[in-house]
């Protein structure tokens, strides 16, 4: 149970740390409109996150008796994903902060709190990223003998869904509080590095189950 909740956990932050365009905007909505606004919109992308942590994990679940006989060679190919994915980021990252790009994707007109949720809803589902990695994940963890449980599943789901609700408040409530101050350059290299290093955490997880 411990183990689901813990991978819940670093999957979930793994994918909501980074600071890209949805983050800078939710900050930057924050900043000028309101918490409740901020933390609506913020709610919206944690939703998404675990919408696409059920599909997911449904998804696992249904094909994992047929992965048996290519237990090793699937769980390699989840680490291989993981870690690239890590790279990916950590590269785009650097490579965006030595160029100091920044993005500004600011509104016209201040959503209501309903408004801000569907809108984040809609733009972080449209991200493939988001459904590719937790799908990684969750067939590199159910690629076992043993099919997790429904608890452990829903553990999972739950605590991924906690996880980037968390981080996703917590940008709002930078946004109320610094304003636009965790969308400088420096500060979207070290969340981008942060979530590099948590997906890889997560590979390694994988691997030691390999061994």
Same mark, same amino acid.
């Given at each position: ?10 999957? +979930?932050?793994?994918?909501? /740390?980074?600071?890209? @365009? ?5 900050? !930057? *909505? &924050?900043?000028? $409109? #309101? ?14 996150? +675990?919408?696409?942590?059920? /599909?997911?994990?449904? @998804? ?5 008796? !047929? *992965? &048996?006989?290519? $237990? #090793? ?35 016209? $007109? ?36 043993? $099919? ?64």
């Amino acid at each position: 149970m411990i183990a689901a909740l813990v991978a819940g956990l670093l999957a +979930g932050y793994g994918i909501a /740390i980074p600071v890209g @365009a949805i983050g800078t905007y939710l900050v !930057a *909505l &924050t900043a000028r $409109t #309101t918490l409740k606004v901020g933390a609506s919109a913020a709610l919206g992308v944690a939703t998404a996150d +675990g919408l696409y942590a059920l /599909i997911a994990t449904v @998804a696992g679940s249904a094909i994992a008796p !047929a *992965l &048996t006989p290519i $237990t #090793t060679p699937l769980k390699w190919f989840s680490v291989l994903v993981l870690l690239a994915m890590a790279a990916r980021g950590a590269t785009r990252a650097i490579t965006q902060y030595r160029r100091l790009q920044s993005t500004n994707n600011a509104a016209q $007109t201040p959503p209501n709190p309903t408004r801000a949720y569907l809108n984040l809803l809609g733009m972080t589902l449209l991200n493939p990223t988001t459904i590719i990695y937790f799908t990684a994940v969750v067939l590199g963890a159910q690629a076992t003998a043993t $099919t997790p449980s429904y608890l452990q599943q829903s553990l999972f789901i739950l605590a991924a869904y906690l996880a980037s609700a968390s981080w996703q408040l917590l940008l709002a409530t930078g946004g109320a509080v610094l304003g636009r101050l965790l969308t400088t350059p420096r500060a979207r290299l070290i969340t981008a590095l942060t979530s590099s290093t948590l997906i890889t955490v997560l590979a390694l997880q994988v691997l030691r189950s390999t061994l």
